[in-house]
Nanobody
Framework: QVQLVESGGGLVQAGGSLRLSCAAS????????MGWFRQAPGKDREFVAV????????YYADSVKGRFTISRDNAENTVYLQMNSLKPEDTAVYYC??????????????WGQGTQVTVSS
């Protein structure tokens, strides 16, 4: 029921930074938890980060903890993923999703189209 569009991906050198954005439609945006997932070719989609509806709680995968920050601006219906100290293993298509406050794919109802992040060494 929520339409999501990611942007901000690109090519960056190892150690660099990128900020991904996800614009959401619908008046219910602020009441959804919002998550970020990523998927490399030939691999399953994996959890990255989630933020609850009010923005007061966040949870991160161990692989990105301390480097990535998720945030949301409910007035603009947008969720962000600030990615610092990027590593080549962060290379993937990044997807935002709306749903429950969870690290599980099955708890999310809506998904964006994805944006490519490539980190060179």
């Amino acid at each position: 029921q929520v339409q999501l569009v990611e942007s901000g991906g690109g090519l960056v050198q190892a150690g660099g930074s990128l900020r991904l954005s996800c614009a959401a439609s619908g008046r219910t945006f602020s009441r959804n938890a919002m998550g970020w997932f990523r998927q490399a070719p030939g691999k399953d989609r994996e959890f990255v980060a989630v933020i609850n509806w009010a923005g007061g709680s966040t949870y991160y995968a161990d692989s990105v903890k301390g480097r990535f920050t998720i945030s949301r601006d409910n007035a603009e219906n947008t969720v962000y993923l600030q990615m610092n100290s990027l590593k080549p293993e962060d290379t993937a298509v990044y997807y935002c999703a709306a749903g429950g406050y969870s690290s599980l794919r099955r708890d999310y109802d809506s998904w964006g189209q994805g944006t490519q992040v490539t980190v060179s060494s």
